[in-house]
T-cell receptor, first 114, second 116 residues
Framework: NAGVTQTPKFQVLKTGQSMTLQCAQD?????MSWYRQDPGMGLRLIHY???????DQGEVPNGYNVSRSTTEDFPLRLLSAAPSQTSVYFC?????????????FGPGTRLTVL | AQTVTQSQPEMSVQEAETVTLSCTYDTSESDYYLFWYKQPPSRQMILVIRQEAYKQQNATENRFSVNFQKAAKSFSLKISDSQLGDAAMYFC?????????????FGKGTKLTVNP
């Protein structure tokens, strides 16, 4: 198993550009989520999904869109990038949200918005 | 508000010695799960140890153990026989599941340095 994979590892955008951060897992996990990590802020939940076709907002959803068309993939879209979105983004997954379980994290994507 | 507080931004320990990282949390829930994650310079978040709140027995994983005090809402991590590879950021987190809504709340982290 590859676990949780994220692409790209690094990205530089200009203000107003759009892009999609990719996340995939091959563990047949129902639950997937996106976090951002900022210095001195820990990790904060952006969006999450409890299964294909179901998504919901986390703590800091503004400026981000998600969709979950398959169990494996959970892309995060920035429609119009802003400097405040400069951060490290982590995707995570776990088997189920109903049975509390350990979340496994991807390697992260470092995004810089100029 | 549900929060996690790690009061030690930085800690250091001598190789082979023991160090304890503190964590307190605030929640009104009775059923939740607690975690310690390690983040080395590679940025990968690695699960170190987990604790179910309904269990009184403290979790242990090899050199890592926790001191879980539910009434005090305290969840400290003890690393015994510290090794150079233990140097990393350590994040305390708790997870609750409410009616299909999942929430994982993190502290701001403690940077651990291991001195040879």
């Amino acid at each position: 198993n590859a676990g949780v994979t994220q692409t790209p590892k690094f990205q530089v955008l200009k203000t107003g550009q759009s892009m999609t951060l990719q996340c995939a897992q091959d563990m047949n996990h129902e639950y997937m989520s996106w976090y951002r990590q900022d210095p001195g802020m820990g990790l904060r939940l952006i969006h999450y999904s409890v299964g294909a076709g179901i998504t919901d907002q986390g703590e800091v959803p503004n400026g981000y869109n998600v969709s979950r068309s398959t169990t494996e993939d959970f892309p995060l879209r920035l429609l119009s990038a802003a400097p405040s979105q400069t951060s490290v983004y982590f995707c995570a997954s776990s088997y189920s949200n109903l049975a509390p379980d350990t979340q496994y994290f991807g390697p992260g994507t470092r995004l810089t918005v100029l | 508000a549900q929060t996690v507080t790690q009061s030690q931004p930085e800690m250091s320990v001598q190789e082979a010695e023991t160090v304890t990282l503190s964590c307190t949390y605030d929640t009104s829930e009775s059923d939740y799960y607690l975690f310690w994650y390690k983040q080395p310079p590679s940025r990968q978040m690695i699960l170190v140890i987990r604790q179910e709140a309904y269990k009184q027995q403290n979790a242990t994983e090899n050199r890592f153990s926790v001191n879980f005090q539910k009434a005090a809402k305290s969840f400290s991590l003890k690393i015994s026989d510290s090794q150079l590879g233990d140097a990393a950021m350590y994040f305390c987190a708790y997870r609750i599941s409410q009616g299909g809504s999942e929430k994982l709340v993190f502290g701001k982290g403690t940077k651990l340095t291991v001195n040879p």
